[in-house]
C-alpha cells in the first residue's frame, strides 16, 4: 500500500477534470460513489485537479446533458458506470449522441467477451453484443478483468475516458489503460500530497492544543485534524513539482508531530489500529485470543481482516450470555453476581479465561453497555471496560463513549486494539 494519498486543489495551467459516475442506484441512495474518491485520489498523482463530481441516473438525455456540459469546462472527464449489457447501460450511446457520430461494431471486442464467457463455461447471452459497440472514431480500452470494455474518445479539446462501474475493474482499467493515456498526453503538473498521521488515546481539542502552531490557519504546509471513531488524524497537505519534493516537506512536519505525541501515533495514511497490532504479534511470534460482549466480535473481525493475522490470532467467543462468560470462557458466577457482567472485574476474568482456555500469549476482552438502553443498575450507555491478560500481567481499562450503538461498539473495539498495541509497545503505562 502507498505511503501517501496525493490530492489535488489546482495547477498551473488550467487544466481540469470532472468525474461524472452514472447509476439510478447512485443518486437514489442505495449506493455510495466511492469510485469517483478513488478517481480522484489517482488523479492528484498526477497533478491533475478534479473541479467537479457528478452523479447523474440511468436517463439517456440527462447523460447527454451531463457529458455535453462536462466537455465544455474541462479538459478531462472520467465516466465510471453504464457499460454493462442491459437496456439501463448508456453511456456508450450517451458519448455517441453528445459527439453527433454513430455506434459501430468492434469485431475483437466482441470475440474478447466471447471468449471469457468460454472460459467461465458460460454460455454468452447475445444482449452482450452490444459491448462490442462504441462511438465511431473512438478507442478501445480493453478490460482485462471482465467484460464491459472501456471508451477512449476526443471531443473538441477534451478527453473522456468512460468505464466500468465495478470498482475492482475501474480500478484495474485505469491503471493499464487511462492514466497511461493521460501521462502521453503531457497533462501532469505537478502533485498535491496529503500525508495523514493516525492518533488514537486523545480527543481533537487536546491534540489541537499540542499542535496549535502546525494547525494555525496560513501555515504552510497546511495541517488539517480530523476525527473518526476516536482515531483523531493529522493531514499534512503538500503541492510540489515532483513526489520526491513533497516528501521532503511533509516529514519534517510529520517528525514535530511524532516527537510532541509520542505513543498516540500508531500509523500512517490507511494504516488501521488492526493492521499495527498484526504486524506488532507477528514480530514477536506471539499470538491473542478474545472474549467479546458488547461488540459482538467486532475485535475479531477486524484482526481477521488482515492478510496473514492467522498466524497470531487464535480465535475468540462471543459472549453476551452470562452462562457462555462463565461455562465458555471461565467466569466465576461469582464475579459476575457481585460486580455485574459489566464491570472491570468481569473484563479482568474474561481476558485471563480466554488466554487460559486458548494458550495465547495475550487474552482480550471487553464488556459494556452499546446502547440505546443503559444497564439494570442504571450504568450509562457506552459504558465500556476493557481487559488485557499476558504471562505475569493484567490490565483494565474503562472509558465512556458516546454515540449511536455502531459508532459506540467501534469505538470499544478501537479502544481494546489500542490498549493491546500498547502493551506490545511495553507503553501501557500510558493513560488512555
Not at 485470543?289 to 475468540?316: M, N
Request: charged fraction near 20%; proline fraction near 5%.
Amino acid at each position: 500500500m502507498s505511503d501517501t494519498t496525493p490530492r489535488t486543489t489546482g495547477s498551473d495551467n488550467g487544466m481540469k477534470a470532472e468525474i461524472i459516475a452514472i447509476g439510478t442506484e447512485l443518486t437514489t441512495g442505495y449506493n455510495l460513489d466511492t469510485n469517483s474518491q478513488w478517481l480522484s485520489l489517482r488523479l492528484g498523482e498526477l497533478g491533475i485537479p478534479v473541479a467537479f463530481h457528478t452523479v447523474v441516473a440511468d436517463d439517456l438525455e440527462d447523460n447527454i446533458a451531463a457529458f455535453r456540459l462536462a466537455g465544455q469546462r474541462c479538459q478531462i472527464v472520467l465516466i465510471t458506470g453504464g457499460l454493462g449489457p442491459t437496456l439501463d447501460d448508456l453511456t456508450r450511446e450517451a458519448l455517441a449522441k453528445m459527439a453527433g457520430v454513430p455506434l459501430v461494431f468492434h469485431e475483437e471486442t466482441w470475440r474478447h467477451i466471447q471468449d471469457l464467457f468460454a472460459r467461465r463455461n458460460r454460455p454468452c447471452p447475445e444482449r452482450n453484443r452490444v459491448q462490442a459497440m462504441f462511438p465511431a472514431g473512438a478507442d478501445v480500452l480493453p478490460n482485462p478483468i471482465g467484460t464491459a470494455p472501456g471508451i477512449w474518445l476526443k471531443w473538441g479539446n477534451t478527453l473522456f475516458a468512460a468505464m466500468p462501474g465495478v470498482p475492482s475493474e475501474m480500478q484495474a482499467m485505469f491503471h493499464s489503460e487511462v492514466r497511461p493515456r493521460l501521462m502521453m498526453a503531457g497533462i501532469s503538473s505537478g502533485v498535491r500530497v496529503q500525508r495523514k498521521i493516525n492518533t488514537f488515546g486523545l480527543g481533537e481539542s487536546q491534540i489541537e492544543e499540542k499542535l496549535a502552531d502546525l494547525t494555525r490557519r496560513g501555515h504552510v504546509p497546511e495541517v488539517g485534524i480530523t476525527a473518526s471513531d476516536g482515531t483523531i488524524s493529522l493531514r499534512i497537505f503538500v503541492q510540489a513539482r515532483t513526489l520526491e519534493e513533497a516528501r521532503q516537506i511533509w516529514e519534517p512536519v510529520e517528525k514535530t508531530i511524532r516527537e510532541r505525541l509520542g505513543y498516540l501515533v500508531f500509523g500512517v495514511d490507511d494504516e488501521e489500529l488492526q493492521d499495527v497490532v498484526v504486524r506488532l504479534l507477528k514480530e514477536r511470534r506471539q499470538t491473542v485470543a478474545t472474549a467479546e460482549s458488547a461488540t459482538a466480535g467486532l475485535i475479531a473481525h477486524r484482526l481477521g481482516q488482515i492478510p496473514g493475522a492467522s498466524s497470531c490470532f487464535l480465535g475468540g467467543v462471543i459472549c453476551y450470555d452470562n452462562r457462555i462468560k462463565m461455562e465458555q470462557v471461565g467466569v466465576p458466577e461469582a464475579v459476575i453476581r457481585e460486580h455485574t457482567a459489566v464491570s472491570a472485574e468481569t473484563a479482568r476474568h474474561l481476558a485471563l479465561g480466554i488466554r487460559s482456555r486458548f494458550r495465547a500469549d495475550y487474552g482480550l476482552s471487553v464488556v459494556g453497555y452499546a446502547g440505546p438502553d443503559a444497564g439494570d443498575n442504571g450504568t450509562p450507555v457506552g459504558t465500556t471496560f476493557v481487559g488485557l491478560a499476558w504471562e505475569g500481567g493484567e490490565k483494565t481499562y474503562h472509558f465512556q463513549w458516546p454515540g449511536t450503538r455502531t459508532e459506540i461498539q467501534r469505538r470499544m473495539a478501537q479502544m481494546a486494539l489500542n490498549a493491546l498495541r500498547l502493551r506490545l509497545l511495553a507503553a501501557d503505562n500510558v493513560s488512555l
